[in-house]
């Protein structure tokens, strides 16, 4: 008898866990909603942006312009950007990030170069500060949608490092969003910038959707720049320098904000799913646990009918 209360318990303790990640899960859900409302929602500025951009390069096609953060100097020194999340119930998300980085960190150290880190997130900042890792900065607490605000508080931070000659190169390692059970670390340059291609065709949004009574997060293609072309005629009273120098730190910002959600998206997608798949884990769990249970209660009960009927035996 006792045998059949350790697995009622067992089985009442595998029901409330599956229905926390049930709950992780739709909480994760909600929150790809908000991150791909966001999306939307920045994109009109970015779509401008790039039109004045677009413009400005084609009217610089004949002269050099003096950009700070376009100069392309020796490198000596460069500091990685590492975007992992605060929280952990997400896969491998995070460990990816911090693997992609220990190579990434190790490739250029093996080449000469002076590599400092800048730590994006609880789980980069505790697992690199607790080894021999020179760490530059540090940023936790973010809210899990990223915002402008935060996204310019970092990019502030990195501009000044490249403007003061600190770093000569910056790159950002974040998760790109494949598909729900795929995300890919990838590395990407942020300074110098390239204004090359601004406009990007194959810019991709995500959405939430339901497929088959289940939720699912899946890429599609990002709507066109709708923005206007800036007319060929149109006379601008700054200098390209000037109207550079206003208009990178923008970009420099909306490009490092689009990798915080990319990431973001990519971080609820990892623990969508990984919560997802402990709530089948426990409902199979909980599925075997109840047949031994009925075949440990069958047994028991008919031991007891033995019993009876061996003691009437013995009495008749």
Do not use: H, W
């Not at 994109?43 to 392309?72: C, G, K, T, Y």
């Not at 601008?236 to 730190?249: D, G, H, I, M, R």
């Amino acid at each position: 008898m006792a045998n059949l209360k350790e697995i009622r318990d067992r089985i009442k303790s595998v029901k409330n866990t599956r229905k926390i990640t049930e709950a992780m899960r739709l909480v994760a859900a909600a929150k790809v909603r908000r991150a791909q409302e966001q999306v939307l929602r920045s994109r009109p500025f970015a779509d401008r942006l790039a039109r004045v951009l677009e413009n400005l390069q084609s009217r610089m096609q004949m002269e050099d312009a003096a950009a700070p953060l376009m100069e392309q100097r020796p490198v000596q020194s460069v500091t990685l950007v590492a975007c992992t999340g605060d929280r952990g119930l997400c896969g491998g998300y995070n460990s990816n990030i911090i693997r992609r980085t220990e190579q990434r960190f190790a490739e250029l150290k093996g080449k000469g170069f002076d590599v400092k880190l800048v730590l994006i997130g609880r789980k980069a900042g505790s697992y690199f500060s607790n080894r021999n890792y020179p760490i530059q900065a540090t940023f936790a607490g973010l809210e899990q949608v990223p915002t402008a605000d935060e996204a310019n508080t970092i990019a502030t931070d990195l501009l000044a490092e490249f403007i003061a000659q600190s770093s000569d190169r910056v790159e950002i390692i974040f998760t790109k969003f494949i598909n729900l059970v795929s995300c890919k670390p990838v590395v990407q340059t942020l300074l110098p910038l390239d204004p090359q291609d601004i406009a990007d065709p194959d810019d991709e949004i995500f959405r939430l959707t339901t497929k088959d009574g289940r939720l699912t997060v899946e890429p599609g293609a990002g709507p066109a720049n709708t923005e206007p072309k800036i007319p060929s005629d149109i006379v601008f009273e700054q200098s390209p320098e000037q109207l550079l120098n206003a208009l990178l730190p923008l970009y420099l910002q909306n490009q490092l904000l689009r990798s915080l959600q990319e990431s973001a998206a990519s971080e609820l997608a990892s623990r969508m799913t990984a919560m997802n798949n402990a709530s089948d884990n426990a409902k199979e769990l909980a599925k075997t646990l109840t047949l031994d249970y009925n075949k440990a209660r069958q047994a028991a009960i008919t031991q007891e009918i033995l019993e009876v009927v061996g003691g009437s035996a013995v009495a008749g």
